[in-house]
């Protein structure tokens, strides 16, 4: 390969993927075991693994699940936390929301982020207009500092009640903070907005995983040598190890988002106006909306139990994957996941000690999978094993294996359906506007009869699509993101105090862009509001348009129709000023593969239908298919990470850029 390689890194919970990707356009890829004890041993390794193939590489992009699996697992370190004379019990209050109505044996909220013994008061007062009504009393920290010595506390978050108005009481806290711990997070620059709860465990969170992510980037940085490495994350953009060891929470989701950055490139190349992001492995299924090539954002999801107020892709993951356990509920329904076999033991009919039955059980029972083919290099599947885990069932329904198989198979395929139409129809979207990206191990094996239930008129399996999300960290740019809340009435919109205030957003986005060399005229920066009825709980964000607020009102209540179905003269008001500030460097276009040279079929097999019931199945290795070659359904394409079927009636060809696309017919 040529000089300048770039590599792309996803570090999974199992697997570590890694793409080089050189200036030719020439592109290698790998997949090695995860190092959970040292991650940065498996990122060596996956690039040891490559160098025979690539040569010398210049830069690293990394993506990792590490900082969300800690925080599921509860692996963050202790925190110390600090906050407002008066407020101490905040994370214990949280909201008044409940995990069921009904059920009065769950408990009505999770355990607090940072236990009652790790939480200080400090005296100071701030009102909401960033007023000071009580200055901070400094000379209460030496008490509190050394109450954190004694428990053995090196991280600190800090949390007053209205800092999102005016950070210098936290500012100074940090100064006198950092001469005696290693790592101090202020919410203020974590999370400047109102609603202290959620400001609180959001910094709670980035204060918890900063030991953890220091470690890790520290010895990554030493072992590159002094070679560029960034970070992609959950916003789906790269940042620097510096931003990244200050912000560690960023990193969460940032498996996810790689891989919807890779399907926002295919869709931008592809010129999808369109598009939804199908990410279908052993454990979850993740979809997420794509509009003219850009994925929709949150600026709030929960991780774990706990809410995590940043930008991040708005990634609706559900428990549906190839390892989901079919189970017969007690009022005899049929249900599938969200409770996964794993990768250990794994689905029955990987001979691994499984025994329940899953959705690959189901899938290679109806002849979707090849239990000829060696999948991952060391596991064949046993037809005989998914015999047995799905007999139970069959015989509890009075159903045939082929029956009760198509049952699990359907039902996984709602429950997909369902996040499909969260995220495009109960948005205010129709899914037939849209085209389909499915990747992951699975996503190409149910694609197909997903889009024919949702009216998708076109599938795209895309090229490199067994490391997605790796690819997804070399196609992302530079990107920043602010938020300062700003509480206004459109009527009473002071356009001069908005402009200050955008503008020091910017300049706060801009800076370590400009830091790294980036010349201020290749950045594009974006405005954008959170807008609200008056009284309203919660808001929209919308792009910033010129006009006044005239416009912005007519730009909130176009967007509220779409969502809601229609909109009321009530007054409308602004909580939250947003900037984004991104590098304006495009990536070079997506390498295709190989082309390939053989349209034969390298064999048939029996496959189940329910419109055409048991037929035999041609079955094409991925890499032999040439371009503008068509395939009739029913058939299955099979490459070394996947298996694409297409269904019956719907055609498939494979188009310049390596993807395969699937033309699942008109819209229903």
Do not use: W
């Given at each position: 390969m040529a000089e300048g390689i770039r590599i792309g890194v996803d570090v999974g919970g199992t697997f570590t993927d890694l793409v080089a990707w050189d200036p030719a356009g020439r592109m290698e890829s790998c997949k090695v075991p995860t190092t959970p004890a040292n991650p940065a041993e498996g990122v060596l390794h996956g690039i040891a693994t490559l160098a025979p193939r690539t040569g010398a590489w210049a830069s690293l992009a990394h993506g990792t699940t590490m900082v969300t699996n800690a925080i599921v697992e509860r692996r963050g370190a202790p925190v110390g936390y600090i906050t407002t004379?008066?407020?101490?019990?905040?994370?214990?209050?949280?909201?008044?929301?409940?995990?069921?109505?009904?059920?009065?044996?769950?408990?009505?909220?999770?355990?607090?982020?940072?236990?009652?013994?790790?939480?200080?008061?400090?005296?100071?007062?701030?009102?909401?207009?960033?007023?000071?009504?009580?200055?901070?009393?400094?000379?209460?920290?030496?008490?509190?500092?050394?109450?954190?010595?004694?428990?053995?506390?090196?991280?600190?978050?800090?949390?007053l009640l209205h800092s999102y108005a005016s950070p210098a009481h936290e500012q100074a806290l940090r100064i006198a903070?950092?001469?005696?711990?290693?790592?101090?997070?202020?919410?203020?620059?974590?999370?400047?907005?109102?609603?202290?709860?959620?400001?609180?465990?959001?910094?709670?969170?980035?204060?918890?995983?900063?030991?953890l992510a220091a470690r890790y980037l520290d010895d990554l940085v030493q072992r590159a040598s002094g070679k560029p490495l960034h970070l992609l994350h959950s916003a789906g953009g790269m940042m620097s190890v510096e931003a990244a060891k200050e912000r560690p929470l960023s990193m969460a989701m940032s498996g996810p988002a790689g891989g919807v950055a890779a399907a926002a490139h295919t869709s931008r190349a592809l010129g999808l106006t369109r598009a939804l992001a199908f990410d279908m492995g052993g454990t979850t299924t993740d979809v997420c909306l794509i509009a003219?090539?850009?994925?929709?954002?949150?600026?709030?999801?929960?991780?774990?139990?706990?809410?995590?107020?940043?930008?991040?892709?708005?990634?609706?993951?559900?428990?549906?994957?190839?390892?989901?356990?079919?189970?017969?509920?007690?009022?005899?329904?049929?249900?599938?996941?969200?409770?996964?076999?794993?990768?250990?033991?794994?689905?029955?009919?990987?001979?691994?000690?499984?025994?329940?039955?899953?959705?690959?059980?189901?899938?290679?029972?109806?002849?979707?999978?090849?239990s000829e083919r060696i999948y991952g290099g060391s596991i064949r599947l046993d037809p005989a094993r998914a015999e047995s885990a799905i007999g139970p069932l069959a015989a509890r329904f009075g159903f045939s294996l082929i029956e009760a198989a198509h049952g699990v198979v359907e039902v996984a395929n709602a429950n997909m359906l369902r996040a499909l139409r969260l995220?495009?129809?109960?948005?205010?979207?129709?899914?037939?506007?849209?085209?389909?990206?499915?990747?992951?191990?699975?996503?190409?094996?149910?694609?197909?009869?997903?889009?024919?239930?949702?009216?998708?008129?076109?599938?795209?399996?895309?090229?490199?699509?067994?490391?997605?999300?790796?690819?997804?960290?070399?196609?992302?740019?530079l990107r920043y993101d602010t938020v300062q809340t700003h509480r206004s009435r459109l009527e009473t919109w002071d356009a001069k105090v908005v402009e200050e205030r955008f503008s020091a957003l910017e300049a706060q986005c801009l800076r370590p862009l400009l830091d790294e060399g980036h010349a201020v005229e290749r950045i594009v920066l974006l405005r954008s509001l959170d807008l609200r009825y008056v009284g309203q709980n919660y808001e929209l964000e919308i792009g910033f348009v010129p006009g006044g607020p005239g416009a912005l009102r007519a730009a909130f209540e176009k967007r509220h129709r779409q969502l809601y179905g229609y909109a009321t003269g009530e007054n409308v008001e602004c909580v939250n000023l947003r900037v984004t500030a991104r590098a304006a460097e495009e990536p070079p276009p997506m390498p295709a593969p190989p082309s390939g040279t053989s349209a034969a079929a390298t064999g048939s097999h029996r496959a189940y239908f329910p419109e055409t019931g048991a037929v035999e199945m041609l079955r094409y290795d991925r890499a032999s298919l040439p371009p503008g070659h068509l395939v009739e359904g029913p058939a299955m394409v099979e490459d070394d990470w996947s298996t694409t079927i297409v269904y019956p009636g719907m055609r498939c060809v494979a188009d310049r850029l390596g993807n395969l696309v699937i033309e699942a017919g008109a819209p229903a």
């Open positions: 004379r008066g407020f101490r019990d905040v994370l214990e209050i949280g909201r008044m929301s409940r995990l069921h109505l009904y059920r009065l044996d769950l408990p009505a909220k999770p355990e607090p982020l940072v236990p009652r013994r790790l939480r200080r008061e400090i005296t100071e007062r701030v009102g909401p207009d960033g007023t000071v009504l009580t200055r901070l009393h400094l000379e209460e920290l030496p008490a509190i500092v050394e109450d954190f010595k004694r428990e053995g506390i090196e991280s600190v978050a800090v949390c903070l950092e001469a005696h711990f290693p790592y101090v997070s202020i919410s203020s620059e974590i999370n400047a907005e109102f609603r202290e709860y959620e400001r609180g465990c959001t910094t709670a969170l980035n204060a918890s995983v900063m030991p003219d090539g850009v994925p929709e954002t949150a600026g709030q999801r929960k991780l774990g139990d706990y809410p995590a107020r940043l930008p991040m892709i708005a990634v609706e993951s559900i428990g549906a994957g190839g390892g989901s356990i079919a189970r017969v509920e007690p009022t005899g329904a049929l249900k599938v996941g969200p409770r996964s076999a794993g990768a250990v033991p794994g689905p029955a009919c990987y001979g691994q000690g499984g025994a329940e039955p899953t959705v690959s059980d189901a899938n290679l029972l109806l002849g979707y999978l090849n995220v495009s129809v109960q948005r205010g979207y129709d899914l037939r506007d849209f085209a389909l990206i499915a990747y992951g191990g699975a996503g190409p094996l149910h694609a197909g009869a997903l889009a024919r239930q949702a009216g998708i008129s076109s599938v795209i399996v895309p090229a490199h699509s067994g490391a997605f999300s790796a690819l997804g960290c070399l196609v992302s740019p």
